[in-house]
């Protein structure tokens, strides 16, 4: 669907972070899924995006293991979907 498409924007050694506004180096890192456009600075990545990626794999795996529990009666160990 063209509501989707990711708009390509081009990739700078550096440039401006997304999140905090410092300047990042070395090509920055994908903001993802805190923003989906630019891209940000290494501070902002670990302290920002990563926690914030985490949360979000173990939000998910909550998620499904509710469901796996109500409707088999079973669960995956977090191990295994590592
Ligand atoms: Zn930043």
Do not use: W
């Not at 905090?20 to 090509?27: D, V």
């Not at 914030?52 to 995956?76: C, G, P």
Request: contains cysteine.
């Amino acid at each position: 669907m063209e509501k989707n498409k990711k708009v390509d924007i081009p990739i700078r050694e550096k440039g401006k972070c997304c999140l905090c506004g410092e300047i990042y180096e070395h090509y920055g890192n994908n903001p993802a899924p805190i923003m989906f456009n630019g891209r940000c600075c290494d501070d902002c990545n670990e302290n920002r995006v990563i926690p914030e990626r985490l949360n979000r794999f173990k939000d998910a795996y909550i998620k499904r293991q509710k469901i796996l529990v109500k409707h088999l009666n079973t669960s995956i160990p977090m191990e295994e979907l590592l």
